[in-house]
């Protein structure tokens, strides 16, 4: 098991940036080799992508570009290696995989819990980030190493996010990679009417995403994000999110892209979800019961059902402003409190 330790940033967004390169240049080089192929890749498509990548970041999120370059020079990688590496799920649609669960109700206010599926034996790809000072709202965060994105976050204020990929075929080049969204909202948000409203103000370019909000006031939602623009689907103030990676009634419902069998399984682990909900205790050990859940049919922690395997597992807690993190199969693994 690879020993995961948090990597604390500050100062200037540049700063962070060179600091978190630098402490994981080996992750980030390692990442980057299974990642990015520009053997494989037609330059002639992916160059100028990879332009429109930068120019939109530099008009919607330009602190974000100038922390990507500081990565670049921490890690001692070339800066056209991080740039395609941030914007990968706009190069190619990757795995539409992930469970998220959001409980209003606990003793502690809402929570948030979630597994992320992208392989197995991937526990370097979910590294946790503590930003206390410096520029920007101070936080705590999961993140690929190497990259401008947070896969579940808590920041100062207590807004609380976790998402599942999506699949569709709309691109909007107006729009930033969907992957950096999550940290304009830990950035510059507060609560869950600020980050939907964030969500609805800002386009995204290309990989959707189903996104469980709460924050430290208890408030819940789930909003589908896609290139079209930002759908809530549940909530705001729901007792209960439940997210997984297939549209639900609304404007999308219907266009998955996702293979059958994949979008059955998501289908399967949304309705764990609602059960479970019935049957545990709104508690942080019950949350961490479902991230581990291995039912029969329609499990969350998954061991290779339909090509998934669950390769870390969250419970984001926003009046604490801490995330459990089990890094590796979650079943497997301890639970590691990271907090500000």
Not at 169 to 176: F, S
Not at 177 to 202: F, H, K, Q, W
Not at 207 to 233: I, K, M, S, W
Request: with cysteine; proline share 6%.
């Amino acid at each position: 098991m690879i020993e995961i330790t948090p990597i604390e940033l500050t100062g200037t967004f540049r700063e962070q940036g060179r600091q978190h390169g630098a402490a994981l240049a080996h992750v980030i080089a390692e990442i980057i080799g299974e990642v990015v192929h520009w053997d494989q890749w037609d330059g002639a498509k992916v160059d100028p992508l990879l332009d429109t990548v930068q120019a939109r970041l530099g008009e919607w999120t330009p602190w974000l570009l100038e922390e990507m370059v500081g990565i670049a020079e921490g890690s001692g990688l070339p800066h056209r290696d991080i740039v395609a590496y941030n914007a990968l799920a706009d190069i190619w649609q990757v795995q539409a995989w992930c469970t998220t669960l959001g409980w209003a109700d606990t003793p502690l206010g809402a929570i948030v819990g979630k597994t992320n599926d992208i392989g197995r034996h991937h526990e370097k790809y979910h590294w946790p980030l503590i930003r206390r000072g410096g520029e920007g709202k101070p936080a705590v965060w999961v993140t690929w190493p190497g990259t401008i994105w947070a896969n579940c976050v808590v920041n100062e204020a207590g807004l609380t996010i976790g998402g599942s990929s999506l699949s569709m075929r709309a691109r909007n080049m107006a729009g930033i990679p969907s992957n950096c969204m999550y940290r304009v909202l830990m950035d510059t948000c507060d609560n869950v009417g600020e980050a939907i409203a964030a969500c609805e103000r800002i386009p995204v370019m290309h990989h959707p995403q189903h996104d469980a909000f709460a924050d430290a006031t208890g408030d819940l939602a789930a909003v589908e994000v896609a290139p079209d623009g930002a759908h809530v689907c549940q909530g705001p103030h729901a007792p209960a999110v439940y997210v997984t990676n297939h549209f639900c009634a609304g404007p999308w419902q219907g266009m998955d892209t996702s293979e059958p069998r994949h979008v059955l399984n998501s289908q399967r682990r949304r309705a764990t979800l609602g059960r479970l909900t019935q049957e545990l205790p709104h508690t942080i050990e019950g949350m961490q019961r479902v991230v581990t859940n291995h039912a029969e049919v329609g499990a969350i922690c998954q061991h290779g059902q339909e090509d998934m395997w669950s390769s870390t597992g969250y419970v984001a807690i926003p009046q604490e402003r801490a995330i459990l993190v089990a890094h590796g199969q979650p079943c497997e693994c301890e639970w590691v409190r990271v907090a500000l």
